[in-house]
């Protein structure tokens, strides 16, 4: 037992201490002018130069390429719907078992 008690001699013996349960927590204090700047953007209209700026940013990015692809893959998504709309749950289901007996 001598030889445990030695290697386990380092160890501390007090109760665990958990973090943020004794020290008070303050939040950040915001300053007045960042308020007062976010009312006065809150209140204000944009201007036209702002709504023109706006708009030039929202010009299309993409690649003919890209177009093309979303363009094409919208119109197999539609193609999928309207073959899948052309039959109910129902007359499906009797297909089904029709092949399957």
Known sequence: MSSEDEAYGQV????????GLGGKV????RKKQQEALEKALVQRPPTEEETRNNAAFSLDVRTKAE???????????????????????????????????
Request: hydrophobic share 35%; charged share 40%.
């Open 12 to 19: 501390a013996k007090s109760s665990l201490k958990l973090k």
């Open 26 to 29: 303050t939040k950040k204090k």
């Open 67 to 101: 177009v093309a692809f979303e363009r094409s893959q919208f119109k197999r998504l539609q193609d999928k719907v309207l073959k899948r709309a052309e039959k109910s749950h129902k007359q499906r289901v009797e297909v089904f078992f029709f092949i399957n007996s």
